[in-house]
């Protein structure tokens, strides 16, 4: 992370934390983890096709489902993900 370009913004009913990458930084962002302290951390995912893959195969066809099964699941693709909506088509 870079510090100078980081940064918080607090209102009554809202928080927003800008993070920046160091410049050696590449690739997405998969999660990240929140919390008042190390012990109570909760994890959530950034909005990728992957982790929107991931969490739909997990809700759709848990894991005892047969491969017949898994090969019927509609493919989902992240068209593009932005401040305020998100695009994904479903074959």
């Known amino acids: 992370l870079v510090s100078p370009e980081s940064s918080v913004s607090v209102s009554a009913h809202n928080?927003?934390?800008?993070l920046a990458k160091a410049p050696g930084s590449t690739g997405l962002?998969?999660?990240?983890?929140f919390g008042l302290d190390p012990s109570t951390l909760q994890e959530r995912l950034f909005v990728s096709e992957e982790n929107v893959d991931g969490?739909?195969?997990t809700a759709l066809?848990?894991?005892s489902c047969s491969q017949s099964a898994l090969e019927s699941q509609p493919?989902?693709?992240?068209?593009d993900v932005c401040e305020d909506r998100i695009q994904i088509r479903v074959e």
């Open 15 to 18: 928080a927003v934390v800008a």
């Open 29 to 33: 962002w998969e999660k990240f983890s």
């Open 55 to 57: 969490f739909l195969g």
């Open 61 to 63: 066809c848990p894991s």
């Open 75 to 79: 493919l989902i693709e992240v068209l």
